[in-house]
Nanobody, 120 residues
Framework: QVRLVESGGGLVQAGGSLRLSCAAS????????MGWFRQAPGKERAFVAG????????YYTDSVKGRFTISRDNAKNMVYLQMNSLKPEDTAVYYCAAGYLGNPFTADYWGQGTQVTVSS
């Protein structure tokens, strides 16, 4: 079992930045690929970014490429999502996930989510 706790969400103006953090605990979280998903009101949860267990590979949905950066620190069991040049359409609840990369990501564990609101 892996427990995930997100933090760092909030309200920001368009063009601003936020950094989301995800603290992982439990059964060897460092062996998992980690991902971020988001769910906007009235929409399905969607993949945003993923990173391999080693941190050597990262992947992004097209709409965030060049603006968001995913990273991880296995020594601290932490995963981060740096979000720059935020847009109102980035408004959503953001979820951290642990699982496997591929198609584009299969999540075995989820965090509770953190709200990100971008005002225009």
């Amino acid at each position: 079992q892996v427990r995930l706790v997100e933090s760092g969400g909030g309200l920001v103006q368009a063009g601003g930045s936020l950094r989301l953090s995800c603290a992982a605990s439990g059964r060897t979280p460092s062996i998992y690929a980690m991902g971020w998903f988001r769910q906007a009101p009235g929409k399905e949860r969607a993949f945003v970014a993923g990173i391999s267990w080693s941190g050597g590979g990262s992947y992004y949905t097209d709409s965030v490429k060049g603006r968001f950066t995913i990273s991880r620190d296995n020594a601290k069991n932490m995963v981060y999502l740096q979000m720059n040049s935020l847009k109102p359409e980035d408004t959503a609840v953001y979820y951290c996930a642990a699982g496997y990369l591929g198609n584009p990501f299969t999540a075995d564990y989820w965090g509770q989510g953190t709200q990100v609101t971008v005002s225009s």
